[in-house]
C-alpha cells in the first residue's frame, strides 16, 4: 500500500462558486515527496511550498523517515529543491504549526508523530522564519507556550497566534507574539511606548488618572 499526495486545480464550471466544480489532476505524485504523509506545505511568493515531513510505517509501506528538506513549485507538477542554510529548524512531521507574517516563512513547533521503530513522539516549542526558505532565523528555542501538535497558528490584529493543539491532552490555551522590536516606529524620537495598561471601574480609573499625572509631573519638572 502506497500514500500519494495528489495536486489538483479546480476549473469552475459556471458561477464564481459554483459548488459542482470540476476537479483536474495536476500530478499524480509531488516528486520525490510520494510517501510521505505527514507534511508542512503552504504558499509563499507564488509558490508551493512543501518543508519537513515523515513517513509512517504503521498506516503505509515505507521504511522510517523524518524529514527537513524543503521543496517549491510554481505550478505543482516542477519543484525545486531549496537547500537551507545551517542552522535550521531540525527533522519533524510538522503537524500543524505554519503561517506566513510579514513576507517570511514562519514555523511554529510540531513535532514527529509516533511510529513502530520511534513509540513515543517528539514536541517542539522553537520558532523560526526565512524570506526565503534558505535562511532561517531562530527566534526562539523554547517559546513560553507548552511543545504542542495539531495547533492552529493564525495572524490577526498585526500579530501571530497560537491556539490549542495537543500534548498528551487536548489543550484550550491562546498565545499571542508581543509586536516587533527595533522597528522605525518605536525607534522614532517622538514616540514613547508604555506596557498595557486598563482598569474596568471608576475607582481604578480615577487612581490610574492620578498615577499618570504624578509620572508626568516628575518627569516634566526633573532636570
Same mark, same amino acid.
Request: aromatic share 14%.
Given at each position: ?33 510520494? /510517501? ?9 511568493? %507564488? ?12 498506516? $503505509? ?10 521543496? $517549491?513549485?510554481?505550478? &505543482?507538477?516542477?519543484? %525545486? ?27 511554529? &513547533?510540531? &513535532? /514527529? ?33 507548552? $511543545? ?23 489543550? %484550550? ?7 516587533? /522590536? ?16 486598563? $482598569?474596568?471601574? /471608576?475607582? %481604578? ?19
Amino acid at each position: 500500500m502506497f500514500v500519494y499526495l495528489c495536486l489538483i486545480d479546480i476549473n469552475r464550471v459556471s458561477g464564481p462558486l459554483a459548488p459542482h466544480g470540476v476537479y483536474r489532476l495536476v500530478a499524480p505524485y509531488c516528486t520525490p515527496r510520494w /510517501k510521505y504523509v505527514i507534511l508542512l506545505h503552504l504558499p509563499f511568493h %507564488n509558490r508551493l511550498w512543501v518543508m519537513g515531513g515523515q513517513t509512517a510505517p504503521g498506516f $503505509a509501506e515505507a521504511e522510517e523517515h523524518f524529514y527537513d528538506d524543503i521543496w $517549491a513549485s510554481p505550478n &505543482g507538477i516542477k519543484w %525545486n529543491k531549496m537547500v537551507p542554510q545551517e542552522p535550521h529548524w531540525c527533522s519533524r512531521g510538522m503537524i500543524g504549526g505554519h503561517v506566513v507574517f510579514k513576507d517570511r516563512i514562519w514555523i511554529l &513547533g510540531g &513535532g /514527529k508523530y509516533d511510529t513502530p521503530q520511534t513509540p513515543d513522539r517528539a514536541f517542539y516549542n522553537d520558532v523560526w522564519s526565512s524570506h526565503d526558505g534558505i535562511h532561517w532565523h531562530c527566534h526562539i528555542q523554547h517559546a513560553p507556550w507548552t $511543545a504542542r501538535q495539531y495547533h492552529e497558528v493564525a495572524v490577526f490584529d498585526g500579530r501571530m497566534w497560537v491556539l490549542e493543539g495537543w500534548n498528551q491532552s487536548n489543550r %484550550n490555551d491562546v498565545w499571542y507574539s508581543d509586536p516587533p /522590536k527595533n522597528t522605525p516606529l518605536i525607534d522614532a524620537p517622538n514616540v514613547i511606548m508604555l506596557p498595557h495598561l486598563g $482598569a474596568s471601574t /471608576k475607582e %481604578n480609573l480615577l487612581r490610574i488618572g492620578d498615577i499618570i499625572e504624578s509620572i508626568i509631573r516628575d518627569f516634566v519638572t526633573t532636570d
